[in-house]
């Protein structure tokens, strides 16, 4: 893969932009085991092996187990791994992450209100917003695994 630029050291402002939404979710009530899972599923989902190794390493050093990572791009074939909340999370990690596709559903956003607040809403789906920029970032400019 070709070298390209960084965007960091070329427009420092634009990261701090991405960072100052990173220091939002940090103070998020959602459960850092469902931000790693939103981070893994949307780079699955976006072919960002970056942000794939990067949070599979973050989500192992948070308790998170290697069978559950294994099995996150097939958690609907692998319902008994992961809670009813995780599930909701995850399809709305994938609805959002392909919002060309559908969006995110009537029947999915009705799910998620059964089990989380307007607030945890709103940052489940800010949390997803966010790591689809960084995969754009990360793919777009072949940013490359350390």
């Given at each position: 893969?070709?070298?390209?630029?960084?965007?960091?050291?070329?427009?420092?402002?634009?990261?701090?932009a991405?960072?100052?939404?990173?220091?939002?979710?940090?103070?998020?009530?959602?459960?850092?085991?469902?931000?790693?899972?939103?981070?893994?599923?949307?780079?699955?989902?976006?072919?960002?092996?970056?942000?794939?190794?990067?949070?599979?390493?973050?989500?192992?050093?948070?308790?998170?187990t290697?069978?559950?990572?294994?099995?996150?791009s097939?958690?609907?074939?692998a319902?008994k791994?992961?809670?009813?909340?995780?599930?909701?999370?995850?399809?709305?990690?994938?609805?959002?992450?392909?919002?060309?596709?559908?969006?995110?559903?009537?029947?999915?956003?009705?799910?998620?209100?059964?089990f989380?607040t307007?607030?945890?809403?709103?940052q489940?789906?800010?949390?997803?917003?966010?790591i689809?920029?960084?995969?754009?970032?990360?793919v777009?400019?072949?940013?490359?695994?350390?």
């Amino acid at each position: 893969m070709e070298k390209r630029i960084s965007i960091n050291a070329t427009e420092p402002l634009a990261f701090k932009a991405m960072y100052g939404l990173e220091g939002y979710l940090a103070k998020a009530e959602i459960s850092k085991s469902l931000k790693e899972i939103i981070k893994i599923r949307a780079s699955q989902i976006n072919n960002c092996a970056y942000c794939i190794d990067m949070h599979t390493k973050d989500a192992i050093k948070n308790g998170e187990t290697y069978q559950r990572i294994f099995l996150l791009s097939a958690w609907r074939e692998a319902t008994k791994f992961f809670t009813e909340e995780e599930q909701t999370v995850l399809a709305m990690t994938e609805e959002i992450t392909l919002i060309h596709q559908k969006g995110l559903t009537g029947e999915t956003y009705q799910q998620a209100t059964k089990f989380f607040t307007e607030t945890q809403i709103a940052q489940i789906i800010m949390a997803i917003v966010t790591i689809n920029a960084w995969n754009r970032i990360a793919v777009s400019t072949h940013q490359q695994i350390e």
